[in-house]
Each structure stands twice: as structure tokens, then as C-alpha cells.
């Protein structure tokens, strides 16, 4: 499948600087990618360059087959900025069907768009009325006209309250059903470990790692946490049997290696006589975050 936004080796510097350093990246029709960075990583400036806005010094970028920023290539992109402006004195209604205008779109179809993205009840009040969450999504709704086949979104969910950022995400996995490419940046690593397909880990304008949360998993090889609860009185046989086990809180934790999880559980298994109960919690999408971007020297 030809990929709707394709990078090669991109570089980027501002005096001397070097914001972007050989990055390349793909994302495909119906896919969410997750980009990852902490401040200063390079996301905005990468996200700048595929909006056309500056141009790269190095590499090459197509998007739908097209140069970043050329008349094809804007007419299939739609970006959501972290805080999404608009004028307070219009109604959402009135928002909306301005930029249907602007881009040569029926206007008819604007309350639809609004109700995509739960703002059907709000749609004739004034935006200056609306809370950040609800500027968000009139946000969201622009970003949808005109059925873009590559959404670019910094922060998406930035003052959305906790029901609200669900029902995003269930939108967001509309639009990916439906072929839309999707590249979000986000800080809220619970949330992208959830709802996205693959994730990309920028760090000091370098892509330090990329795939899928699985992948990123074996990558950094970070060893697997196991909580055991003892029946009562066989703690200490279990303490016996696992010499690399702790007491904590009453809890006994153990670690091991990924390629020693299997083992170790069948040695856990020899015991289910005497435990209570058993959690396995694998590294998490931070701890990994955290792993790749020390190992890059952050």
C-alpha cells in the first residue's frame, strides 16, 4: 500500500542548529501514528515542514504524491493546532461554515461536521461562550472538512475533559476506518498507548525509535514486573522459590527479562497452590519513552 505521507531523511537547522537530523518516517492510509518528543525534540518543526510552511534543507517529503505545501498536497492535509483560535463574537455555526466557504465547499454540510464532533447543541451559541474542550472541537470540525486523507493534530486533546477525549479517539478511529492517515503528537502517553497504531520516538531532532508498542518493547528489552499475593502461611515457600522476590506491602514483586518471562512464569505456575493471585505488568509506553530518550542522551 502506497503510504499517504512518506519522509526520507530530512534535515532541518536554524543557525547552525539542528532541529531535524535524518529523520524518515511513513504513515499509511488508515493508519494513527503517534509522534513522540519532549520539548525541543523537533515535532513542531517536522509537523511544519509536512504543512509546507518551512521548507527542509535536506531529504524528501511527498504527501499523496505531492510536495508539501504545492495546491495538491493542501487540499488533502488538515491540521489541528494545541490551541485552536477562533473569532468569540461567531457561533460555531457560523465558524464552520466560513471555512466551507473559503474552501469552496456546499455550507450545508457544516452542522453535520459540528455534530461529528458533539457540538450539534452549541452550534448557534458564540464560540466566546465555549470552554477551551469546546474550542477544541470546533477545531476538530475544521480540520474535517472536505474529507482530508492526512490529518496532522499537535496536542489534540488538550482541555478535553476525560469522556470527551475518549469520544476523540472513537472519531479519530472513524476517520482511520475510513482511510484517513493520522499523525498525532501528544504528551498523554496513557492515551496514545491505547489508540494509536504506531508510535515515533523523536528525541534531539534524531528518530531514536519507531514501531509498534510490541516492537518498542522488545527494542528496549526492559524487564517485566510480576506482583504475587501468597495464600496465607505459604509467603515464605514462595520467598524460597523465587530467591529474587521481595516483600513489599504484603505484595511480593519480582522482575525479569523479557527472554526470561516464560520461564519464569512456568516456575510461578509451579505454585498456584500457594498464590492467591498473580498481575504481569509489562514496561509501559513512559517507560519506554524514558528508555529511549536517556539511551539518546537527553
Known amino acids: ?24 518516517l511513513a504513515v499509511a492510509p488508515g493508519e494513527r501514528v503517534a509522534l513522540l518528543g519532549h520539548n525541543g525534540a523537533g515535532k513542531s518543526t517536522l509537523m511544519k515542514v509536512i504543512l509546507g510552511l518551512i521548507a527542509p534543507d535536506g531529504g524528501e517529503i511527498s504527501i499523496c504524491g505531492a510536495a508539501p505545501g504545492s495546491a495538491q498536497a493542501r487540499a488533502q492535509v488538515a491540521y489541528l493546532p494545541e490551541n485552536a483560535a477562533f473569532h468569540p463574537a461567531l457561533t460555531g455555526l457560523e465558524q464552520i461554515t466560513q471555512y466551507m466557504r473559503l474552501r469552496n465547499l456546499n455550507p450545508s454540510g457544516a452542522m453535520e461536521l459540528l455534530g461529528r464532533v458533539g457540538l450539534a447543541g ?13 474550542r477544541q472541537r470546533v477545531g476538530l470540525a475544521q480540520a474535517l472538512i472536505g474529507q482530508p486523507r492526512l490529518l496532522v493534530l499537535d496536542e489534540p486533546t488538550s482541555g478535553l475533559d476525560p469522556v470527551s477525549r475518549r469520544d476523540f ?22 492515551e496514545v498507548e491505547a489508540r494509536t497504531d504506531r508510535l515515533l520516538i523523536l528525541s534531539g531532532g534524531r528518530m531514536v525509535a519507531q514501531g509498534t508498542l510490541p516492537d518498542l518493547r522488545r527494542e528496549a528489552a526492559l524487564p517485566v514486573a510480576m506482583h504475587l ?25 519480582l522482575t525479569c527479562a523479557q527472554d526470561e518471562k516464560l520461564t519464569t512464569l512456568a516456575r510461578i505456575s509451579a505454585l498456584t497452590d500457594k498464590i492467591a493471585d498473580l498481575d504481569v505488568i509489562p514496561p509501559s509506553l513512559e517507560d519506554i519513552y524514558s528508555h529511549f530518550s536517556r539511551r539518546d542522551g537527553q
Not at 500500500?1 to 524518515?24: E, N, P, Q, W, Y
Not at 452549541?122 to 469546546?134: E, F, L, N, P, W
Not at 482511510?179 to 496513557?190: K, P, V
Not at 499475593?229 to 522476590?245: C, F, K, Q, V
Open 1 to 24: 500500500m502506497t503510504s499517504t505521507l512518506t519522509i526520507s531523511r530530512l534535515t532541518k537547522a536554524f543557525g547552525g542548529v539542528k532541529a531535524l537530523s535524518d529523520v524518515s
Open 169 to 190: 479517539y472513537e472519531l479519530l478511529d472513524g476517520l482511520a476506518a475510513d482511510g484517513a492517515a493520522i499523525l498525532l503528537s501528544s504528551h498523554a502517553l496513557t
Open 229 to 253: 499475593s501468597a495464600i496465607n502461611g505459604y509467603e515464605g515457600d514462595i520467598l524460597a522459590a523465587l530467591p529474587g522476590a521481595i516483600r513489599v506491602n504484603g505484595v511480593l514483586h
Open 122 to 134: 452549541a452550534a448557534k451559541r458564540r464560540i466566546g461562550t465555549y470552554s477551551k474542550g469546546m
